[in-house]
């Protein structure tokens, strides 16, 4: 898949190719309240609602659920322990991961998602 936005900074190819971890708490889509649509940084393909976002106290943008499709999970060892990759389907971009400690009222899921690995498109 050929990269839509040429101008990703160093930080965003280590998280979206090379699966690094963007620290906690350093991303401003941490906090954002806004409605609109959160997009993949790489290719553009849209991921997440704003009203899927949760604050999870974590550090990271959060999600109960992603756009139908959007997404693949695969196991990731990267830890020495399994966790859950999210994978951008079209892309094949690394997110972040998906926990099983999220709001127990919706999905019971919580997609911890790196704010870099984002763009956030302000809408209704």
Known sequence: MEQKNK???KEQLDVLREKET?????????????????RCAYCDSLLFKSDA???????WPSFDKAIPGAIEIKTDFSLGIPRIEVI????????????????KQTTGKRFCINGCALDFKKGE
């Open 53 to 59: 976002k949760f604050d999870s106290g974590t550090g």
């Open 22 to 38: 963007e620290p906690a708490f350093s991303h401003p889509y941490n906090k954002n309240k806004d409605k609109g649509e959160y």
């Open 88 to 103: 951008c389907t079209r892309c094949k971009s690394h997110l972040g991961h998906v926990f099983n400690d999220g709001p």
């Open 7 to 9: 101008s990703l900074t």
